[in-house]
């Protein structure tokens, strides 16, 4: 089976599947297709794959023109069929690995979706998990699954996992360049699938001796940025209280050539991974009797950030204008998770919103690249223009997304006051109605 496959991907003759068509999955699928291999993507929304299928792109990390003519080449296809997995030989899964209302693993769609593979699973196959999960998912959840078909992993099918390492609108580094990390469940699954990535990737691929160390570098990677970030954001709120500039003290930070990782503070953590990763990894250590005093320690930090904010939000308005923050006008500006992008999972810039609404502001939102967000069945909307009309009405502006399209200029010009949570307007001035995170 080894040798067939490596033969397979030799002459590019591999049937790819990719199960799930977010973030990730999208621009692997593309990845893979461009690489050669025919490429079928499965998803149960039916609008992604009819726009898949139109040749419509809806991620910003894809080239438009490539999916198009990949569609038109009939390189790649889309479905809601997962019966369709009987003509794959390759199929990652790709899906969300969000938290529950009680901050613990939801691990249901990666069930669900190993479970449509295993029905379809034939001899041959290579089955890759790439979600984000706690350590051991792979063998101790996805194995059993597939081998309800009756086939054995190792024998009759490899399994691995390969975690996903997309950053969205990273300008250097995109899923084609980025290195990427195999956990196989046996040598010749780590080999077989190493190999199909090294055929469609540009970055190198380290193998792993186990999906489980695997799983542990993608956990080990985000839980580094939320304990960094939670020291920094903790040091935010006691430089505030010191009268000291965090900022120029990380910048002279900075010129230490060695020893030294520069990390900022913000409003809190957004996206899918590292706010959400060190919960997996505290979830799954209980079961071993270890408390990971450490990463909690720093999620707490993190997850208190937009409650902070708010509280320095209705400082300002107090100082500055005698007045409450109930019944202020407030203007959120940006409430994508980082800066240039339309993603807003997990952001903490939804979070400050809501908590100002909680507040009693009048809240509204601009952010170029988000009209509307939905946030716990809640559709809201923003404001189509950055005006100065805009701008003049609110009585702060709170800046909690570091995007490149607005001009500061223009937004310190027009505002009573502004709140910079990201230190965006740095070199803006004059700067006395501006106050920094």
Same mark, same amino acid.
């Given at each position: 089976?080894?040798?067939?496959?490596?033969?397979?991907?030799?002459?590019?003759?591999?049937?790819?599947?990719?199960?799930?068509?977010?973030?990730?999955?999208?621009?692997?699928?593309?990845?893979?297709?461009?690489?050669?291999?025919?490429?079928?993507?499965?998803?149960?929304?039916?609008?992604?794959?009819?726009?898949?299928?139109?040749?419509?792109?809806?991620?910003?990390?894809?080239?438009?023109?490539?999916?198009?003519?990949?569609?038109?080449?009939?390189?790649?296809?889309?479905?809601?069929?997962?019966?369709?997995?009987?003509?794959?030989?390759?199929?990652?899964?790709?899906?969300?690995?969000?938290?529950?209302?009680?901050?613990?693993?939801?691990?249901?769609?990666?069930?669900?979706?190993?479970?449509?593979?295993?029905?379809?699973?034939?001899?041959?196959?290579?089955?890759?998990?790439?979600?984000?999960?706690?350590?051991?998912?792979?063998?101790?959840?996805?194995?059993?699954?597939?081998?309800?078909?009756?086939?054995?992993?190792?024998?009759?099918?490899? &399994? !691995?996992?390969?975690?996903?390492?997309? $950053? /969205?609108?990273? @300008?250097?580094? %995109?899923?084609?360049?980025?290195?990427?990390?195999?956990?196989?469940?046996?040598?010749?699954?780590?080999?077989?699938?190493?190999?199909?990535?090294?055929?469609?990737?540009?970055?190198?691929?380290?193998?792993?001796?186990?999906?489980?160390?695997?799983?542990?570098?993608?956990?080990?990677?985000?839980?580094?940025?939320?304990?960094?970030?939670?020291?920094?954001?903790?040091?935010?709120?006691?430089?505030?209280?010191?009268?000291?500039?965090?900022?120029?003290?990380?910048?002279?930070?900075?010129?230490?050539?060695?020893?030294?990782?520069?990390?900022?503070?913000?409003?809190? &953590? !957004?996206?899918?991974?590292?706010?959400? $990763? /060190?919960?997996? @990894?505290?979830? %799954?250590?209980?079961?071993?009797?270890?408390?990971?005093?450490?990463?909690?320690?720093?999620?707490?930090?993190?997850?208190?950030?937009?409650?902070?904010?708010?509280?320095?939000?209705?400082?300002?308005?107090?100082?500055?204008?005698?007045?409450?923050?109930?019944?202020?006008?407030?203007?959120?500006?940006?409430?994508?998770?980082?800066?240039?992008?339309?993603?807003?999972?997990?952001?903490?810039?939804?979070?400050?919103?809501?908590?100002?609404?909680?507040?009693?502001?009048?809240?509204?939102?601009?952010?170029?690249?988000?009209?509307?967000?939905?946030?716990?069945?809640?559709?809201?909307?923003?404001?189509?223009?950055?005006?100065?009309?805009? @701008?003049?009405?609110?009585?702060?502006?709170?800046?909690?997304?570091?995007?490149?399209?607005?001009?500061?200029?223009?937004?310190?010009?027009?505002?009573?006051?502004?709140?910079?949570?990201?230190?965006?307007?740095?070199?803006?001035?004059?700067?006395?109605?501006?106050?920094?995170?």
């Amino acid at each position: 089976m080894k040798n067939t496959l490596l033969k397979k991907i030799e002459d590019r003759t591999i049937v790819a599947g990719v199960v799930g068509l977010g973030y990730v999955g999208l621009p692997l699928a593309v990845e893979k297709a461009k690489a050669g291999f025919r490429t079928i993507g499965f998803d149960v929304q039916k609008a992604k794959v009819d726009m898949v299928n139109a040749g419509k792109n809806y991620i910003g990390d894809v080239v438009d023109s490539d999916l198009e003519r990949l569609v038109r080449e009939g390189m790649l296809s889309a479905t809601s069929d997962f019966s369709f997995i009987r003509d794959v030989d390759f199929v990652a899964i790709c899906v969300p690995t969000p938290l529950d209302a009680h901050q613990q693993p939801d691990i249901s769609y990666v069930r669900s979706s190993a479970e449509a593979v295993a029905r379809y699973l034939h001899p041959g196959m290579m089955v890759v998990l790439e979600s984000t999960t706690y350590p051991g998912t792979t063998e101790e959840l996805i194995k059993p699954i597939l081998e309800t078909s009756g086939l054995k992993c190792g024998v009759d099918f490899y &399994l !691995g996992f390969s975690p996903e390492r997309v $950053d /969205p609108g990273n @300008l250097i580094y %995109k899923t084609k360049n980025t290195p990427k990390v195999v956990g196989g469940l046996g040598d010749d699954a780590g080999e077989v699938i190493s190999a199909m990535y090294e055929a469609v990737l540009q970055g190198s691929v380290f193998r792993a001796s186990s999906p489980a160390v695997a799983e542990m570098t993608k956990i080990l990677e985000n839980t580094y940025r939320n304990i960094n970030i939670g020291l920094i954001n903790e040091l935010a709120i006691l430089c505030n209280r010191m009268n000291i500039d965090l900022w120029e003290v990380i910048e002279a930070a900075k010129t230490k050539p060695f020893g030294f990782t520069p990390f900022y503070p913000g409003p809190g &953590l !957004g996206g899918h991974c590292i706010p959400l $990763d /060190p919960y997996y @990894l505290s979830w %799954k250590a209980r079961e071993y009797g270890f408390h990971t005093s450490m990463i909690e320690a720093s999620m707490m930090v993190n997850d208190r950030m937009p409650e902070y904010c708010v509280g320095r939000c209705a400082d300002m308005l107090n100082k500055r204008f005698s007045k409450a923050l109930n019944g202020a006008r407030v203007l959120v500006l940006g409430v994508a998770y980082k800066q240039d992008i339309d993603d807003y999972r997990e952001s903490p810039a939804i979070q400050v919103y809501m908590n100002l609404r909680k507040e009693g502001a009048d809240v509204t939102f601009f952010d170029p690249f988000i009209p509307r967000f939905r946030h716990n069945g809640e559709t809201v909307e923003g404001e189509a223009e950055l005006s100065a009309e805009l @701008l003049e009405s609110c009585d702060l502006v709170v800046v909690t997304a570091a995007h490149t399209k607005v001009d500061y200029d223009f937004v310190q010009a027009h505002s009573k006051a502004i709140f910079d949570t990201k230190n965006v307007m740095k070199k803006v001035s004059p700067r006395d109605n501006i106050e920094v995170l």
